[in-house]
């Protein structure tokens, strides 16, 4: 069977290209896995936009309201690091509802993998870091409230701390927080996960890999999930503009194939989000974001 991919050509509000979000990464992912045979044209898993609803259970009503009337404050769309328009909040919403059909079919087949996802800036009040709606605490909150789960463990390994996701489920027990990250990245003031594991500027693929291999077993031991969220961003590595580790493309793959080969080997489903990647070569980023799909397909 193959791993299903969620896409929708929505995730791409198309900024300009000078835009310091490479906001064109999303549709030249979709075309590489098309082009490389990694899904077959046409047989992307599209999502329905998060409802309203669903976006309350992890955010503030006033601040769902004001993301989805194109009213959010100045000074916080300066926070964010764009302007919050129709086509934003409408790629937004699909984003987050992309997560949730990718937790769904997850749930269903063991692993899926999305082509967008991992806005995890985002805490209850606001946005922040190119962060709208917060999609894995959108989504986590949805099952939990649905009972379709009943704990889960979010394994956050983009460069930047996972703050907002941190703060969101700080008081819920049912949520385990695991982010890797680099000490010196963004946020300069980090929140407080159920397990932070700082990394040094520089770190390489081994004293990398070395750590998340401790992580993971040590939050699997705490957390016992029904369900494991997967942050895959590409930032960690040497060439990222915004990541101060130095991980190599096959550090990222074998990084995946790692957190992936853990979960899966304890017949734990795994949601894939792909978090974040900043280079100015679109190409090169959006085909770093698929190595994420590549590794998911040696488990299908
Ligand atoms: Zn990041």
Not at 42 to 63: K, N, S, T, V
Request: aromatic residues 8%.
């Amino acid at each position: 069977m193959p791993v299903p991919i969620i896409h929708h050509p929505a995730f791409d509000a198309q900024f300009d290209a000078h835009h310091r979000f490479p906001m064109s990464k999303f549709t030249r992912l979709a075309e590489i896995l098309v082009e490389d045979g990694i899904v077959g044209a046409g047989r992307f898993h599209m999502p329905a936009p998060a409802l309203p609803g669903w976006l309350r259970l992890a955010h503030d009503a006033r601040y769902v309201d004001q993301v989805l009337y194109q009213a959010v404050p100045p000074e916080m769309e300066k926070a964010i690091g764009f302007r919050v328009d129709e086509r934003v909040a409408m790629r937004s919403r699909c984003a987050t509802g992309g997560t949730v059909l990718t937790a769904r079919l997850a749930l269903a087949e063991g692993l899926a993998c999305h082509t967008a996802g991992g806005s995890h800036h985002a805490a209850r009040g606001g946005g922040a870091g190119f962060s709208v709606f917060n999609d894995v605490a959108v989504t986590a909150s949805v099952l939990l409230a649905d009972g379709d789960v009943g704990r889960v463990l979010v394994v956050d390994c983009d460069v930047h701390q996972g703050d907002g996701t941190a703060k969101i489920f700080a008081q819920d027990e049912r949520v385990f927080t695991l982010s890797l990250h680099g000490e010196k990245n963004y946020p300069s003031e980090k929140a407080v996960s159920d397990l932070d594991v700082p990394l040094t500027d520089g770190t390489g693929d081994a004293a990398y890999l070395d750590a998340l291999g401790a992580a993971i077993a040590q939050a699997f031991d705490t957390a016992r999930p029904d369900l494991v969220f997967y942050n895959a961003g590409v930032d960690p590595h040497a060439e990222d503009r915004l990541g101060r580790l130095s991980l190599t493309d096959a550090g990222l793959f074998e990084r995946d194939r790692r957190v992936i080969g853990f979960f899966r080997g304890r017949d734990i489903p795994v949601a894939a989000v792909i978090g974040g990647g900043y280079s100015r070569d679109i190409d090169r980023l959006a085909r770093r974001h698929t190595i994420i799909h590549r590794v998911a397909r040696e488990f299908g």
